[in-house]
């Protein structure tokens, strides 16, 4: 199994039921996969370091999930082609990481040995 971190800021006009809907789609596309979203993390309304297609705020959230598949052009495919979504983020978390955050596992946090 391979973990993953994906960042999703949203347009700052997005109403929840939207944003709900893009997570539900986003988990059927990972579940598809043999995969399984461990956490989500909606932060809320954010403002931007710099300003983004003429935009000065966005809605972020954060999914953290594991799959086996080894490729996820089909996601972030559509990500960028979805017209609510400003910008995302896909990042493969390193084994140690993904297991000090109980992704892999039997979800127990690695202790550094010395």
Do not use: C
Not at 32 to 61: C, M, P, S
Request: glycine letters at 8%.
């Amino acid at each position: 199994m391979r973990a993953y971190e994906m960042m999703i800021i949203m347009d700052v006009g997005v109403e929840e039921s939207d944003v709900a809907a893009r997570v539900e789609q986003v988990t059927e596309n990972i579940e598809a996969h043999g995969g399984q979203v461990k956490t989500e993390d909606r932060w809320g309304k954010r403002r931007f370091a710099y300003e983004i297609n003429h935009q000065h705020e966005g809605y972020y959230l954060v999914l953290e999930f594991v799959t086996e598949a080894r490729e996820m052009e089909t996601m972030e495919r559509l990500l960028r082609l979805a017209d609510d979504v400003v910008r995302h983020k896909l990042i493969r978390l390193p084994d140690n990481e993904a297991a000090r955050r109980g992704l892999l596992g039997d979800g127990t946090p690695l202790v550094a040995a010395g």
